[in-house]
């Protein structure tokens, strides 16, 4: 939590993996049917943008805010899937869980 707002909080290896260091830039997309994609290709103007930042092999994604509380509910944990697109596009599909 941070100032009473869910937080959604990505770091290291995984990030690496994906390719993603810091600076990456990743538009974010809601979905529906409660996804949230967070991409490196930018899909439509009004896109919401978050920074990777971090260190190079620490690198840090934080997510949060009143549109995180909103998003993650009443579930306690979230699921993280791994996706390439459009060729060599990263993008991260993030769906609120209870675990």
Same mark, same amino acid.
């Given at each position: 939590?941070?100032?009473?707002?869910?937080?959604?909080?990505?770091?290291?290896?995984?990030?690496?993996?994906?390719?993603?260091?810091? %600076?990456?830039?990743?538009?974010?997309?809601? +979905?529906?049917?409660?996804?949230?994609?967070?991409?490196?290709?930018?899909?439509?103007?009004?896109?919401?943008?978050?920074?990777?930042?971090?260190?190079?092999?620490?690198?840090?994604?934080?997510?949060? %805010?009143?549109?995180?509380?909103?998003?993650?509910?009443?579930?306690?944990?979230?699921?993280?899937?791994?996706?390439?697109?459009? %060729?060599?596009?990263?993008?991260? +599909?993030?769906?609120?869980?209870?675990?």
């Amino acid at each position: 939590m941070n100032k009473n707002c869910r937080r959604i909080w990505l770091e290291g290896t995984r990030l690496l993996d994906a390719g993603l260091v810091k %600076g990456t830039a990743l538009h974010r997309q809601m +979905y529906d049917d409660g996804t949230m994609r967070l991409s490196t290709h930018r899909t439509h103007d009004g896109d919401k943008r978050h920074t990777v930042a971090g260190k190079g092999d620490r690198p840090i994604l934080d997510l949060c %805010g009143k549109w995180v509380t909103a998003f993650i509910g009443d579930h306690t944990h979230f699921t993280v899937e791994v996706r390439t697109h459009d %060729g060599d596009a990263v993008a991260l +599909y993030i769906t609120p869980a209870t675990i």
